[in-house]
């Protein structure tokens, strides 16, 4: 059985079209993004925010919720 977010069944697949990329400079380790992305791929170290692309989804959720707008979305090939 298979309950956390992070399982081998939840691994993204090449259909993600865009893909968050963190501006570590602005980012003041809030840690919104962690708590608001549904795949729970957001990892924090030393307050700053770092996404783990295996299973982003690329929603965009974390980039909408950033407060100082660290988070771009990326086009994802
Ligand atoms: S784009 Fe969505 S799935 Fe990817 S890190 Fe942000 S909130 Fe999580
Ligand atoms: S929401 Fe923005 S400022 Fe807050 S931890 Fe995430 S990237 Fe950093």
């Known amino acids: 059985m298979t309950t956390k977010n992070n ?3 939840n691994k993204t697949g ?9 501006n570590h400079q602005k980012c003041i ?3 919104l993004c962690a708590k608001i992305c549904p795949e729970a791929c957001i990892e924090m170290k030393n307050h700053k925010a770092f996404v783990d692309d295996d299973y982003c989804k690329g ?9 100082v707008k660290a988070i771009e979305m ?3 090939f």
């Open 74 to 76: 990326k086009e994802d």
């Open 59 to 67: 929603c965009a959720l974390c980039a909408h919720e950033c407060p």
């Open 14 to 22: 090449n259909w993600r079209t865009h893909r968050p990329e963190i």
């Open 29 to 31: 380790g809030c840690s």
């Open 7 to 9: 399982s081998l069944s």
